[in-house]
């Protein structure tokens, strides 16, 4: 069965840093994977997807991955943090014999002026 | 751009209330998935459907059910509200497994 671990709950950075947020996932093939993320108040926006081909995936916002299957790993990374990037970032997997989706537990990002 | 809206922002019912949640999404997206968001615990998913009167349960079905009359539609019923079931809702669509899900703004449900 699929599942997806983001172990940090709650980052905290400053602005102008560098970030990178963990996700590590389950599943027998090579999965899909999604980084979201999620302002206060609001749905889920995607910020990229992986689903083959270049391992190191380019998002929305600077933000950018990288697959590595030796690691079963997704980390999402941002070379300089902005204020503005203060959310909850979710990791999912998908696969291509299913419909389904599923969500890490999420990591909340505080970034300090 | 994908549209997911969601009927309601927030909603108080009672215990034992009947509540209906609904979706509606304008891509004519074949899949639509009910997830409930609890703090530390994620998404997790209720139900999805990926086809019209077809439903899959996800991984918390217990407490409740759905409907998908027509393609756009896709409610998430509980038959008898708890307190354990107050949560943010959130509502999704993509046209295929593959594809990113689209996400509505969500439904915070409190039941007293």
């Known amino acids: 069965a699929q599942s997806v671990t983001q172990p940090d709950i709650h980052i905290t950075v400053s602005e102008g840093a560098s970030l990178e947020l963990r996700c590590n996932y389950s599943?027998?093939?090579?999965?899909?994977l999604f980084w979201y993320v999620q302002s206060p108040g609001q749905g889920l926006q995607l910020l990229l997807k992986y689903f083959s081909g270049d391992t190191l995936v380019q998002g929305i916002k600077g933000f950018e991955a990288e697959f590595k299957r030796s690691q079963s790993s997704f980390n999402l990374r941002k070379p300089s943090v902005h204020w503005s990037d203060a959310a909850e970032y979710f990791c999912?997997?998908?696969?291509?014999?299913?419909?389904?989706?599923?969500f890490g537990t999420g990591t909340r990002l505080q970034v300090f002026p | 751009d994908v549209k997911v809206t969601q009927s309601s922002r927030y909603l108080v019912k009672r215990t034992g209330e009947k509540v209906f949640l609904e979706c509606v999404q304008d891509m004519d997206h074949e899949n639509m998935f009910w997830y409930r968001q609890d703090p530390g615990l994620g998404l997790r998913l209720i139900y999805f459907s990926y086809d019209v009167k077809m439903k899959e349960k996800g991984d918390i079905p217990e407490g409740y059910s759905v409907s998908r009359e027509k393609k756009e539609r896709f409610s998430l019923i509980l038959e008898s509200a708890s307190t354990n079931q107050t949560s943010m809702y959130l509502c999704?669509?993509?046209?295929?497994?593959?594809?990113?899900?689209?996400f509505g703004n969500g439904t915070r449900l409190t039941v007293t």
């Open positions: 999704a669509s993509s046209p295929d497994a593959s594809s990113p899900l689209h």
């Open positions: 999912a997997v998908g696969a291509y014999n299913t419909d389904k989706l599923i």
């Open positions: 599943y027998g093939a090579t999965p899909y």
